[in-house]
């Protein structure tokens, strides 16, 4: 074996393994029953930071 068949041989072993890796990421985001966290955290950006900050605790600022 040479140099050049061990490189050909890892680079497709890495290419199949972030393809692998890829699928998984894709069908944890597409299922079904994560669509109620993924919203929650989509809209977490959005949330008002005062309402929670009315309990007297420091919030950073000065």
């Known amino acids: ?5 061990i490189a050909g041989w890892s680079q497709i072993i890495a290419m ?12 944890y985001a ?3 029953g994560n669509k109620a966290k993924f ?6 950006p959005l949330e008002n930071d ?6 007297g605790e420091p919030n950073g600022r000065t």
């Open 50 to 55: 005062d309402e929670k900050d009315k309990g």
């Open 30 to 32: 597409l299922r079904p």
């Open 16 to 27: 199949v393994i972030f393809g692998v890796v890829m699928a998984g990421v894709l069908v």
């Open 39 to 44: 919203d929650a955290a989509a809209k977490l």
């Open 1 to 5: 074996m040479t140099y050049q068949d």
